[in-house]
């Protein structure tokens, strides 16, 4: 299916309608504020009373099933058992006994719940001494324990109060394609867990094709989806996309045109026989799936676009057919289509289930009408859209085509595409409407009636690569999936929000967090800022911390190349953001701190290699270290220690290292620079808050005198950068949020005493950069976390009046440098974890107006690393969460961006 969406996706941009395809984030509602005394989930609760004790969980905690609800309750008792024990520690017994005999601490699950409202999914929880789960169903009971363990996430204390929950439709879920590819058992657990969590109840999954579902797999995933009371659907495709069926059955391919590839991939149900094969291909599987539902999928077949040849009038077979099956000979050709529909809801409904299918090739013609229990999966409303029905046309029982159950499945705001479209959480969250569909000629809205047979939302998770553009990896799909899943939930429970800002609700997803039993998947576990830099092969070199403390060093396979070579691990017990620099004879050389307040450093071998182990050069170090070249050309380190601040250098051109304590002290990482007169200049933020200048005495003697005062109040990490005078420059946030701005009064002189104030309300880090005419860029993050830049007004002056801002939602400090024509391009992550770039539309001029992003799902403590290769072309990398390093490449100097699948040499 997606491959032929993948066209839709050119047109749309062809036809400027690519916004069908990616959302754009809208702006953050106006908050509300949060009701002090209602407990935060996600999705929130329905209603909240607060009164009574509060409930405390300990060691003695009990999980009692009321006797008569035994038979139905025991093993979901025993399943939130299990979930406690993951997240607290302590596993609960699990009885049952009478609510009147419950203790302080225990909770207790009941059904008979005479409350009508909540429905097949809604539960009561009353919050004392004890807490009680009442409900209808299991399943309302079961989602009543997805909100204690949210509870129990955040404290072990919950507060005293009555709840009353329920959905306002019916089915919550995503679509998972399996066709390209295989998950983990693992994984799938992951996802199951996840949208159990979540209280979401719905997981699609494809079972036949290239890859599919092994029978083994599809018996876990059955076992375990009903365990957590998540729906599994599967989807065999007929009598479009039907792969493997023709694979074993190739004369029952529609056409082979080599011009239309969807017709290879049709099955001509009207040949002799192949009724009988359809109904073999559904038997063969069909019961091995417990729950409700069996999609046939049914889309694109034989063309799309729909304004493409061919048509159903195209294949005389499909008039023949519907005329004989019907005895009416007003029958058309699409009157095959709906018949063979029917006909598939038939074998379905004998096997006790409800047939789904995808919208786009029902039409408005014929004399055959669908099935009324076929539930309608909506993506599109595809031309001419005089033969389409809208949603109003599936769901309005006033319809003639009307009646039918509606799955909201938009491809404007619900898909993701591997490698062409993420979703946007922020406008799930803050925009998405469940009524409401995207179509290509505007949006379709349901309405009265009809509204009742609205069954819910799904999100699309496809998986084939776009043109050009590598497959997210699986771990990068479900991190992908996290936020959207989460507002997705919320919008669809259709709860009262606890807030109307999404950021806010980025907080409350951090204390939620993900569902107890999650494991991580992923053989990487890189969490570190990168480090980049050219070897002497012109070759870029990468290296990155692990969670275990590895340093991990990977390189590219040739220069300009994406592929990289397999990781080798030159450093163990490493900790913080290593240094990395290329020594007078091409080698790289790398400084880093150890857990153990250890600075070792390693050397590249004469081959690219790199030696197993690490030097200690010194020991109390407390923070990390910086790499600069002195005059003489000696590589020469600066680290904080527990009390001053050590320079260390060559003692001749890629040979040992001596070193000393400078007479000052830091609370943060140093900088250093070679001033204009070729002496090293040390600046650092003292205790007391001071920013502090130590000068070598002489050029390369590596000998310092006395610390000179420049400024104080300061509480930021130092910037230093030399000016197009080559004068030395430093920038640093105060206490109170102004970034100041100071300079020496002529290259390699004494300090200005005066300062600059160049932002009010910095909040991180700050990039600088010489602009190609010479003036220095400023780039800093704020308190409201936009992306403030300025610039000097001439080369080696004063800066122009005011600042502008380049972006907003940050989440992250900006890194910046120069492309291959001088152009200043910067990377930064933003507040949803996403890294995007921003680049001079021309030398010394202005940014470009939007933003491409990069990578997603960054680490949020971790910087993106940006570098020119050896072919001149910028390459980004950044950390993920799920322990990937992403490498972003331009496809030309000074060119757009790329990004290849991970650096996979960090995997390890």
Request: aromatic fraction near 8%.
């Amino acid at each position: 299916m997606i491959k032929h969406r993948r066209l839709l996706a050119a047109l749309l941009v062809c036809l400027g309608l690519a916004a069908l395809l990616t959302p754009i984030a809208t702006a953050t509602a106006t908050p509300v504020a949060i009701a002090a005394a209602k407990p935060v989930t996600i999705p929130a609760l329905q209603e909240w009373t607060a009164g009574g004790r509060p409930y405390t969980f300990g060691a003695s905690s009990r999980i009692l099933v009321e006797p008569d609800h035994a038979g139905a309750l025991s093993a979901d008792a025993t399943t939130f058992a299990e979930d406690i024990a993951d997240l607290t520690g302590r596993r609960p017994a699990v009885l049952a006994a009478s609510r009147h005999s419950a203790r302080a601490g225990d909770i207790v699950l009941t059904l008979g719940s005479p409350d009508a409202a909540l429905g097949e999914q809604g539960y009561t929880m009353t919050v004392d001494a004890t807490v009680v789960l009442a409900a209808r169903t299991a399943t309302g009971a079961f989602h009543g324990t997805r909100s204690v363990l949210q509870l129990l996430r955040t404290s072990t204390t919950i507060p005293g109060g009555t709840a009353r929950d329920w959905s306002q439709y019916p089915e919550r879920g995503v679509l998972i394609d399996t066709v390209p590819r295989g998950y983990s058992k693992d994984w799938w657990h992951n996802l199951i867990r996840e949208l159990s969590y979540l209280k979401m109840n719905q997981l699609d999954v494809a079972l036949l094709g290239p890859r599919g579902l092994t029978k083994a797999e599809i018996l876990d995933l059955t076992a375990f989806s009903e365990k957590y009371h998540v729906n599994l659907t599967p989807w065999l495709s007929m009598p479009s996309h039907a792969f493997d069926t023709l694979r074993r059955h190739p004369e029952y391919r529609l056409a082979n045109d080599p011009d239309n590839p969807l017709t290879r991939e049709a099955f001509d149900f009207t040949k002799p026989g192949a009724l009988e094969i359809v109904r073999s291909e559904i038997e063969r599987w069909i019961d091995l799936f417990p729950g409700r539902t069996w999609s046939t999928g049914a889309d694109e077949y034989m063309k799309f676009p729909y304004w493409l040849a061919p048509t159903f009038d195209d294949f005389p077979q499909f008039k023949r057919f519907a005329q004989e099956k019907t005895g009416n000979p007003a029958a058309t050709s699409y009157d095959a289509y709906v018949w063979f529909l029917n006909y598939v809801n038939s074998i379905v409904k004998e096997h006790g289930k409800t047939l789904r299918a995808w919208n786009d090739t029902l039409q408005s013609t014929g004399v055959l009408r669908l099935d009324k229990d076929i539930e309608i999966e909506f993506w599109i409303r595809p031309y001419p859209v005089e033969k389409t029905l809208t949603p109003q046309d599936h769901t309005d029982p006033a319809s003639s085509f009307g009646g039918h159950k509606l799955l909201n499945a938009s491809m404007g705001e619900l898909y993701y595409d591997s490698g062409l479209n993420l979703l946007d959480p922020r406008g799930l969250y803050n925009t998405f409407d469940v009524t409401r569909f995207n179509a290509l000629n505007g949006r379709d809205v349901v309405t009265g009636e009809a509204t009742k047979n609205l069954l819910g939302a799904r999100l699309q998770a496809w998986m084939y690569s776009a043109p050009g553009k590598p497959d997210d990896t699986n771990e990068e799909l479900a991190a992908n999936l996290e936020r959207p899943l989460r507002s997705l939930a919320q919008k669809v429970w259709g709860s009262p929000k606890l807030t109307g800002s999404y950021d806010e609700f980025i907080t409350m997803m951090e204390d939620v967090g993900q569902a107890p039993g999650w494991v991580r998947t992923s053989k990487s576990d890189a969490v570190g800022t990168p480090v980049t830099a050219l070897d002497a092969d012109r070759r870029l070199n990468s290296l990155v911390t692990t969670a275990s403390g590895r340093l991990l060093q990977s390189r590219q396979t040739e220069p300009g190349s994406f592929g990289w070579t397999s990781p080798q691990v030159i450093g163990t017990k490493i900790t913080g953001t290593p240094a990395l620099r290329r020594d007078v004879t091409g080698r790289l050389v790398f400084v880093a701190r150890t857990t153990d307040g250890r600075l070792v450093t390693g050397r590249q071998g004469a081959d690219g290699s790199w030696s197993a182990g690490a030097t200690t050069i010194r020991t109390g170090v407390t923070g990390d270290p910086v790499l600069l070249a002195d005059s003489l050309q000696r590589l020469a380190v600066v680290a904080p220690t527990a009390g001053a601040v050590w320079y260390g250098v060559q003692t001749a051109p890629a040979g040992h290292w001596s070193g000393s304590d400078l007479a000052t002290s830091t609370t943060s990482t140093p900088s250093a620079v070679v001033a204009a007169s070729g002496k090293v200049t040390v600046l650092a933020v003292d205790p007391d808050g001071r920013v502090v200048a130590v000068e070598e005495s002489a050029a390369g003697s590596g000998r310092f005198g006395s610390p000179v005062v420049l400024t104080d109040g300061a509480s930021g990490d130092l910037v230093v950068a030399l000016d197009n005078d080559k004068k030395v420059t430093y920038f640093v946030r105060r206490e109170n949020g102004q970034l100041v701005h100071g300079w020496q009064r002529e290259p390699g002189g004494p300090w200005d005493p005066a300062t600059a104030v160049l932002v009010e309300d910095s909040a991180g880090r700050p990039a600088v950069a010489l602009d190609a005419d010479g003036r220095l860029t400023l780039l800093v993050r704020t308190t409201a976390q936009q992306l403030i830049h300025r610039r000097q007004a001439v080369a080696g002056g004063g800066w122009v009046p005011g600042q502008e801002v380049l972006y907003g939602d940050l989440g992250g400090d900006p890194v910046v440098t120069t492309d291959a024509q001088d152009k200043l391009t910067l990377v930064v992550r933003r507040n949803d974890g996403l890294l995007i770039h921003k680049q001079q539309t021309a030398l010394g001029g202005a940014w470009s107006p939007g933003a491409a992003f990069l990578a997603t799902n960054l680490v949020p403590n971790a910087a993106p690393a940006l570098t020119l290769d050896g072919t001149g072309r910028l390459t980004s990398q950044a950390t993920a969460t799920f322990g990937y390093v992403f490498n972003a490449y331009q496809k030309e100097p000074s060119g757009s961006f790329s990004r290849s699948l991970v650096v996979g040499a960090l995997e390890s």
